[in-house]
T-cell receptor, first 114, second 110 residues
Framework: EPEVTQTPSHQVTQMGQEVILRCVPI?????FYWYRQILGQKVEFLVS????????KSEIFDDQFSVERPDGSNFTLKIRSTKLEDSAMYFC????????????FGSGTQLSVL | QKEVEQDPGPLSVPEGAIVSLNCTYS??????FMWYRQYSRKGPELLMY????GNKEDGRFTAQVDKSSKYISLFIRDSQPSDSATYLC??????????FGTGTRLQVFP
């Protein structure tokens, strides 16, 4: 079964450093998302991306965050200057069409900011 | 009032029991309702989704939506130890983002 792949599974970084989280969505999917889950809290929407531009973003997704689809297969989330409170599990997700509610999630990248 | 409320549990049941998981919501604009299962340190996995009020069945799982009461449920029949996980309800309004509940941790013991 096709799946969303995320790398690395765990990333440790120092506060103030830049990190890039990588995702390979399912190949025929067109809509891409990042969500995050702080330990013990609910899964929260960060950003949606379609046709090479951001469709919607949450209040969390400030100027320190950016997303990119650098080629036909990868979808990345960059945090320019990490803060302690950015420590969380980051999930990439994708779906095939706008009206398809079947959103497929990757296994996540656990980001630890020290 | 939170948009989506879900009892975090934990809920502990014996194998074979019928499990009932529930969420309430405050915004009547929610249109689609989903249930995800999340194993420890894994991404959410879609179990069921539904649009209208009523029941939808898939194997041992039944999703129920009552829009008039703003209440959704997931029933698991003949629960198995492999069903032990966190169950997340999620909803969509007229935008593209999922709003999740906090999740209910379920433990099914042999």
């Amino acid at each position: 079964e096709p799946e969303v792949t995320q790398t690395p599974s765990h990333q440790v970084t120092q506060m103030g450093q830049e990190v890039i989280l990588r995702c390979v969505p399912i190949s025929n999917h067109l809509y891409f998302y990042w969500y995050r889950q702080i330990l013990g809290q609910k899964v929260e929407f960060l950003v949606s991306f379609y046709n090479n531009e951001i469709s919607e973003k949450s209040e969390i997704f400030d100027d320190q965050f950016s997303v990119e689809r650098p080629d036909g297969s990868n979808f990345t989330l960059k945090i320019r200057s990490t803060k302690l409170e950015d420590s969380a599990m980051y999930f990439c997700a994708s779906k095939s069409t706008a009206t398809n509610e079947k959103l497929f999630f990757g296994s996540g990248t656990q980001l630890s900011v020290l | 009032q939170k948009e989506v409320e879900q009892d975090p549990g934990p809920l502990s049941v014996p194998e074979g029991a019928i499990v009932s998981l529930n969420c309430t919501y405050s915004n009547s604009a929610f249109q689609y309702f989903m249930w995800y299962r999340q194993y420890s340190r894994k991404g959410p996995e879609l179990l069921m989704y539904t649009y209208s009020s009523g029941n939808k069945e898939d194997g041992r799982f039944t999703a129920q939506v009552d829009k008039s009461s703003k209440y959704i449920s997931l029933f698991i029949r003949d629960s198995q130890p492999s069903d032990s996980a966190t169950y997340l309800c999620a909803m969509i309004r007229n935008t593209d983002k999922l709003i999740f509940g906090t999740g209910t941790r379920l433990q099914v013991f042999p």
